[in-house]
């Protein structure tokens, strides 16, 4: 597999489990690993947590996902975020 950009590279091997450790991978690649930032808001009974986090780089907000535990909600957001990204790079 040939890749000519480093985003590119890290979607094809992205699913939503690895999405955060590429959205980091991406990020620190270009110099950038300091603009990530999370927003995590957990609801729900004690027993039926639903989290949401919202992916921002650089204020900037690229993606929200939810999940029952912390770590899935932004794994999804993460996902959102690489495929924003892609689409921003045309």
């Not at 300091?34 to 947590?49: E, I, K, N, P």
């Not at 770590?71 to 993460?78: G, I, K, L, T």
Request: glycine share 8%.
């Amino acid at each position: 597999m040939v890749c000519h950009s480093p985003l590119r590279c890290l979607l094809q091997l992205t699913t939503f489990e690895d999405a955060t450790n590429a959205l980091n991978n991406y990020l620190q690649s270009i110099g950038q690993s300091s603009a990530l930032s999370w927003v995590d808001v957990r609801q729900g009974a004690t027993h039926q947590y639903v989290w949401t986090s919202t992916c921002r780089i650089s204020g900037i907000t690229y993606g929200v996902g939810s999940g029952t535990h912390k770590h899935q909600a932004r794994n999804v957001a993460a996902s959102h975020a690489l495929t924003a990204l892609r689409s921003d790079q045309g």
